[in-house]
């Protein structure tokens, strides 16, 4: 087959692609990072590209202007090899930079609340442990076998459990311990109730004990690593989920993984990324990957899916069945987790489809399970999970709310990574009064808390309705006609931008986002129902997820998003993924706790069988609900009523 | 390097050989079972070889007379080939026929004791299970993960341990489960405090369920393939373990052991005869390989070393330090065991350097655990194992017998297979009375039983004395003086022979056969002295051993090789090693009993290190023993005792 070369800018980097194959196919096999939130299905429009020379040919769509097809401007999902190409592909189509830490920075602002944690007062007992030994020699009235002169030695230092040994260490230990003169270090994994010895190191190397804590994210992979003797985290990284350039969200990389090979393909796509990051965490803290002996990931049902080659074709399809919510420790090696080759990887049980062991960690973290008193855990994200309990009871859901916390489906929405406005406040006249952006600058886009942020605001110096339509008096110059005919609110002036582009949010924008908070609001009051409480007799609301930490709360709940209690009752918990696992990394006990106190014992609530959740679902596509009499501290400050308005809007 | 053929006959099998390897070299890489008993050091001209034709050059030995020489007869392993060559390997030099089956052999002569397998009473519960599973499909109020809906169907028929299931059975389940439509059958496997979900089949496989018991011996492999539903054994085969070529005992294949190449080498021989046996018991029954799912094998320290490719270079050496005892359950796939490839293999657990998980096996087949009363078992073979004890504790210990019990060091000596002679009488003037051989038809050598038999035989028709030697008036013109200067009385004249060579013994050979009986004897009674016991204490003999079950007691006792006690208190095993293997397979309440119970229990007691062994020793090296008075039932039967000439002889 005719096989051309197609050079992406302004990386130069050139690859082969044979005749027919998608831009974005060549970009892939380039590693060049293109978005694409459809996962190449040409319905989202992120994955923008410039053809600068050679034949291409495109496949019509809605999403670029006669403009920009002028310019040679197309999508890689769509657009088609026929000839040797140069393509560049722009900072907006990128998935770039680095992730913001969320836990970290939400630290740094005081953000995370000081009730999270408190239930972590378990005891220090890592999932691996190092023990040096001084063995006994052998004599004659002393000639035990070789493996259970360790198992005894082991076993005056602590309590005994089952223990394992494989083969391949066995093979190699009667040379080893004389060698080392009977000087080892016993490396013990605890894999559920059986300790393994994992290795027997020449030695004493107790004192260089490492493991990392992951959250492996639909968009984002997260690593801590920890010295499993000290319980202190050494240094943490993030990266983009490089899975996203073959999908946004979960459901698009479960449509794409329908082959063996496109399994593998994500599997080895999100390996590499976590050993990109574990590689970085070894190098800064000058350790070896031998250091390494455990992993622990927490990740939706999807992710851990796809990290450990599960195919979740099912997760999907009604009636939404995983593969598996208790997922087995494995060795790393087996996914090819660069650490410790005998070194161990456990995923974070999960629920159900849609709550993961990310939600399960989140739980964790809070402490809510500890308690009488009922709490509420809402982790943002493009799914939202929702999780209400105390120490006697604990009941789930998760609903859908798209991309648009994410920006995605918003014209300039974008990550919260560098150049994102992440806060935004507006004048009585509808411009800028005060905004920040991520890693300061000039803005390159808008990120979810940003979005919220402009949308309540718009709202309230009267640019938009409760319905989120234009109040075209109020807006004056800055509301304009696009090319496609939607109306859209000039926010940032090109001048004013880093890529000299108009920022703007149309009306379709703000619909996605309506929807969005729609739908997270519809599901915690279908789960309020379903307990038969309100939220009145909820007692604290954690705000999980990666966006969650950079949300202001009063805006959240001006446009409907968190219900309207006491302010003070909302508590952030920042990266309770990773946290979680970390305390399950650091003591067998917290591991334990969650597997039967959280995860087993938790009820999943399925909000597509809730005939709630269908009916009721449009009284929240109003900022903030059709009724407001649910805000009662927004009462009055938006005018009339939307009530009848929206109704026949629906109807 | 300048390569020769070899070729050997009668097989007319030629393969390739560098310059200066040995014919015993070629002779292994041809698959041509030689014997060596000292594996290829040059000490037991055990591999005669008949060189056809071609240039060898060969060391000088003592083992070959000047007629051999002249023939062209050489030693295998001290003959080096220097240009192509045909050598003829003589039956008497190969390891060939099938071994006789030890239990089965017994049972038809109704010699394995009732007591045996009267402890035998635990539940049927095989180390491998298969439930066949009609999943109910999930829905919307059903719809755990297809892992979890497979655990709850199991826990709903039996209790539920703790569950594994490894990555390899995951990622098949989804689409598994629904291509059955939800019909499936589990196989599980147990290992130790775990059940794994070794496989998930489509449909209802579990009528076809097969496990296999092992004796994995220095000499002889046997195997039997037992219907894990049924508990039936279906089939039964043996044969000589291939590495006999590389040394007869244990001792010699440790020191051959001496490279992780050759470790390895090794190991592919046993596990080559094990596959060829399983082959053959599966084609014998029209099974698939699928369908065996557990391999349970006993054997002595050194060979669950070789098989598992533990090094057991420290068994030999002082303090005789085992790499371990209790082994690890390992897919029988990691050393190339050929079932199922998800089927686990457990090697029943050692006590010590020298007493091994067959011995373990032989006393749970006693039930002599089960009983207040005092039991001694005898385990005979090259090393002889002798455990004594009660319900309340066991005592074990360890001599080393030599190899004359399998025909070793014996001038005519041959194990018990085709063409033995097994048992002998003789008439009052030394020639033979009465005389069977294995298989039937003309003899071609003398097998351990034998030998005891024609030595007790010699003693009481007075051809030997009490010391072992010839008695030149009694023997007549049957005592000759052969070329080497020994003088040999022949047993059976050339003409009645199927090799039409005179079957002879020597004095070493009688001489071998009285320092392996003497050594055996000894460990008895320093095992009594030990706990403090005599054996008019023990109530029961077992003897087991695949030698030990074509003992006659009678005929045992007069050369002193067995206690002077009522012989009414003797009793056969048979094969207690595949037996116990096979208890074990069949119900983990077996192998927990063997683990705890047996294996755990038992105490070793270091014969090396005892004083009246090393100091009284040579009081057995008389016929039946220096002191007359321990054998009351002989007294006055060979004239006066020997004690005083006997003494003087060592001093």
């Known amino acids: 087959m005719k096989t051309y070369s197609v050079t992406f800018l302004p990386e130069e980097k050139t690859v082969q692609a044979a005749a027919g194959k998608s831009i974005l196919e060549a970009a892939i096999v380039a590693g060049i990072p293109v978005n694409s939130v459809c996962a190449g299905e040409g319905v989202c429009g992120k994955c923008r590209v410039l053809v600068k020379s050679g034949k291409v040919e495109a496949e019509p769509n809605s999403f670029l202007t006669r403009r920009d097809i002028q310019r040679g401007m197309a999508l890689a999902c769509h657009t088609y090899i026929h000839g040797d190409v140069v393509v560049e592909v722009p ?57 259970e002169r360790i198992y005894r030695e082991l076993s005056r230092h602590r309590e005994m459990p089952t223990m394992h040994i494989g083969l391949a260490v066995l093979q190699k230990l009667p ?48 690593a801590h690593l920890v010295d499993l003797n000290t319980s202190e985290t050494l240094t943490t990284k993030a990266k983009y989920n490089s899975q996203i350039s073959l999908g946004d969200d979960v459901i698009s990389r479960i449509m794409y993984s329908r082959t063996g090979e496109r399994l593998k393909q994500l599997r080895d796509m999100v390996v590499g990324d976590i050993n990109d990051l574990i590689t970085g965490l070894v190098m800064d803290v000058k350790a070896k990957f031998h250091d390494v002996t455990y992993v622990v990931c927490a990740g939706n049902t999807t992710m851990v899916h796809l990290l450990l080659g599960l195919n979740p074709a099912n ?65 943002l994200g493009t799914n939202g999970e929702l999780v209400i309990g105390n120490a006697d009871w604990l009941v789930c859901c998760s609903a859908s709310a798209g991309p648009s916390f994410e920006g995605g489906g918003i014209t300039c929405g974008m990550r919260a990574t560098t150049g994102a406005i992440e ?53 004056g ?11 859209e609110f000039v926010l940032f002036p090109g ?37 038969d409480m309100t939220f009145d007799d909820v007692k604290h609301i954690y705000i999980a997820g990666g966006f969650g930490n950079y949300l202001d709360i009063e805006r959240a709940v001006e446009i409907g998003l968190l219900p309207d209690v006491e302010r003070s009752r909302f508590h952030f918990v920042g990266n309770g993924s990773v946290q979680g696992a970390k305390m399950a990394l650091l003591s067998q006990e917290a591991l334990t706790y969650l597997q039967v106190r959280i995860a087993a014992a938790m009820t999943d609530f399925e909000l597509s069988s809730d005939h709630k959740y269908m009916n009721e679902y449009s009284s929240c596509l109003f ?29």
């Open 315 to 379: 997760i999907r399809r009604e009636p939404y069945v995983p593969c598996a919510a208790t997922l087995p420790v494995i060795r790393a090696a087996e996914i090819g987790v660069k650490i410790n080759p005998r070194g161990l990887l456990l995923a974070l049980p999960c629920v159900s489809s849609y709550v993961g062991g990310d939600v399960v960690a989140d739980v964790l973290v809070t402490g809510m399970t500890d308690s009488e008193e009922l709490s509420l855990l809402i982790d």
């Open 91 to 147: 900072l907006e189509s990128r998935i770039s930079g680095v992730p913001q830490l969320a836990s970290e920075d939400a630290i740094r602002f005081g953000r995370i609340s000081e009730r999270v944690g408190e239930g972590a007062a378990f005891a220090h007992a890592p999932l691996s442990g190092k023990a040096y030994l001084e063995l006994p020699l052998p004599n004659l009235t002393d000639n035990i076998p070789d493996q």
């Open 175 to 222: 040379e080893l311990l004389r060698e080392s003169g009977w000087k080892v270090t016993a490396l013990l994994g605890y894999r559920g109730r059986t300790t393994e010895v994992m290795e027997v190191e020449p030695g004493d190397t107790s004192a260089r004990h490492l493991g990392i804590a992951l959250d492996v994210g639909t968009t984002t992979v997260v």
């Open 477 to 487: 110059n800055r509301l304009r006609e696009a090319e496609t005919g939607e109306r």
């Open 423 to 475: 806060h935004i406040s507006l004048k009585p006249d509808g411009r800028i009064d005060e905004y920040s952006v991520v890693g300061g600058g000039k803005p390159v886009g808008i990120c979810g808390s940003g979005l919220i942020d402009a949308i309540a605001e718009l709202l309230r110096v009267g640019c938009i309705d409760r319905r989120g339509r234009f109040v075209k008096t109020e807006c």
């Open 495 to 531: 001048k004013a931008t880093a890529l000299g582009k108009d920022i703007v949010l149309t009306e379709p924008d703000i619909s996605n986002l309506i929807h969005s908070k729609g739908s997270i609001y519809m599901a915690a009051e279908c789960l309020m129902a379903h307990v």
């Open 623 to 651: 900022l903030p609900h059709t009724n407001i009499e649910k805000f009662p501290s927004l009462r009055g400050k938006y005018g009339k009523p939307a009530q009848a308005e929206g109704a026949r809007a629906r109807a």
